[in-house]
């Protein structure tokens, strides 16, 4: 069991998912040629995973955003991005969003594309969730998103910015599902840091996104980043899919 566990998570590493129905005999016969185009195609996504960066007249601030969909508007794409509520202040005078790396190659520490024009589509104070969009002449790839029920040792893997720095991602399971009222958090074993917030929580067995990593345990004198917190889609999912069906 744990030689498949590790497996599962190798194969999320490098960008591959792992299907979800399939039978290990048709695994076996997919060809090198679909594996690698595959391959590519989920690293590409990953590398569109964003650094969400809100400036105001004291200074600026820094997140994580990830694509969820995209629509031809004439002869632009307008692709709309999650992040976290609280990653957009209330007196914010500028946002933008910037990726890094090669195109489907993975990540680096360099900035490979800027968007300056960033519009607030959505905000919400009690879920901690916003969607932004983006007006673009290039098609971004998006990530798919999992409504679906969580459950404890769920395998996961969290795509962010720490510290307001380079692209990172790390590992780690699904533990306890937190309700207070109608207010809904999972806690997670994959550490995440400030500048994480806003980044997907993704799925590692289906490659979906289901969660948004949203807040660090800590007290006055330590953080404790081996319990971290996300929101699940499940439970924000109407002000999702209303934001993204906008007119």
Same mark, same amino acid.
């Given at each position: 069991?744990?030689?498949?566990?590790?497996?599962?998570?190798?194969?999320?590493?490098?960008?591959?998912?792992?299907?979800?129905?399939?039978?290990?005999?048709?695994?076996?016969?997919?060809?090198?040629?679909?594996? &690698?185009?595959?391959?590519?195609?989920?690293?590409?996504?990953?590398?569109?995973?964003? &650094?969400? +960066?809100?400036?105001?007249?004291?200074?600026?601030?820094?997140?994580?955003?990830?694509?969820?969909? &995209?629509?031809?508007?004439?002869?632009?794409?307008?692709?709309?991005?999650?992040?976290?509520?609280?990653?957009? !202040?209330?007196?914010?005078?500028?946002?933008?969003?910037?990726?890094?790396?090669?195109?489907?190659?993975?990540?680096?520490?360099?900035?490979?594309?800027?968007?300056?024009?960033?519009?607030?589509?959505?905000?919400?104070? +009690?879920?901690?969730?916003?969607?932004?969009?983006?007006?673009?002449?290039?098609?971004?790839?998006?990530?798919?998103?999992?409504?679906?029920?969580?459950?404890?040792?769920?395998?996961?893997?969290?795509?962010?910015?720490?510290?307001?720095?380079?692209?990172?991602?790390?590992?780690?399971?699904?533990?306890?599902?937190? &309700?207070?009222?109608?207010?809904?958090?999972?806690?997670? =074993?994959?550490?995440?840091?400030?500048?994480?917030?806003?980044? !997907?929580?993704?799925?590692?067995?289906?490659?979906?996104?289901?969660? +948004?990593?949203?807040?660090?345990?800590?007290?006055?004198?330590?953080?404790?980043?081996? *319990?971290?917190?996300?929101?699940?889609?499940?439970? *924000?999912?109407?002000?999702?899919?209303?934001?993204? =069906?906008?007119?």
């Amino acid at each position: 069991m744990k030689k498949l566990l590790h497996g599962l998570l190798a194969l999320c590493v490098l960008g591959v998912v792992a299907p979800q129905s399939r039978k290990a005999t048709e695994q076996v016969c997919i060809s090198a040629e679909k594996k &690698k185009s595959f391959d590519f195609s989920f690293r590409e996504k990953l590398s569109c995973v964003g &650094k969400f +960066i809100s400036e105001d007249d004291g200074g600026e601030g820094s997140g994580t955003c990830f694509p969820v969909k &995209k629509k031809k508007v004439g002869d632009k794409w307008k692709t709309y991005w999650l992040t976290n509520n609280h990653n957009i !202040p209330w007196n914010v005078t500028n946002l933008r969003i910037e990726l890094f790396g090669p195109k489907g190659k993975g990540f680096s520490d360099n900035i490979s594309r800027t968007f300056r024009r960033v519009d607030v589509v959505m905000k919400d104070s +009690i879920y901690d969730v916003a969607m932004v969009s983006t007006l673009t002449e290039k098609e971004i790839p998006v990530l798919e998103m999992d409504y679906g029920a969580q459950e404890s040792f769920k395998k996961v893997f969290v795509v962010g910015f720490p510290l307001g720095l380079f692209p990172h991602y790390t590992e780690g399971s699904l533990s306890t599902k937190i &309700k207070t009222g109608s207010h809904i958090r999972w806690s997670t =074993n994959a550490p995440i840091m400030f500048g994480n917030s806003g980044g !997907p929580v993704i799925d590692v067995a289906s490659g979906k996104v289901v969660g +948004i990593a949203s807040a660090i345990i800590s007290n006055r004198d330590s953080v404790y980043n081996s *319990c971290s917190l996300m929101i699940p889609l499940n439970s *924000c999912f109407h002000l999702i899919e209303k934001a993204l =069906n906008e007119k």
